[in-house]
Nanobody, 120 residues
């Protein structure tokens, strides 16, 4: 089992920056298994969409809407994934959810979500 705790959300002005963190905890087996961690977001009245993912091997994937502005990274020793968000736009406003996917057993785990609001 894996538990995910997100932090770093808040209110920022357009063009501002924000850094989200997601700390994963659980069994040594689960944490050390091949996996992918990522961020998804859901705006009011819309579906939950992928923002960015990063595998335990370091491969990254970004939604077209955030390429060049957002950067995902992870600290394996701390079992933590980060999302650095720059040049934020009002359309980035959403609840951001951390995801952990265990590649070995195909199990997914989700955090509670953190609100990001971009408004002037």
């Amino acid at each position: 089992q894996v538990q995910l705790v997100e932090s770093g959300g808040g209110l920022v002005q357009p063009g501002g920056s924000l850094r989200l963190s997601c700390a994963a905890s659980g069994s040594i087996f689960s944490i050390s298994s091949p996996n992918a961690m990522g961020w998804y977001r859901q705006a009011p009245g819309k579906q939950r969409d992928l923002v960015a993912t990063i595998t335990s091997g370091g491969s990254t994937n970004y939604a077209d809407s955030v390429k060049g502005r957002f950067t995902i990274s992870r600290d394996g020793a701390k079992n933590t994934v980060y999302l650095q968000m720059n040049s934020l736009k009002p359309e980035d406003t959403a609840v951001y959810y951390c995801n952990y996917h265990n590649t070995w057993n195909s199990r997914d785990y989700w955090g509670q979500g953190t609100q990001v609001t971009v408004s002037s």
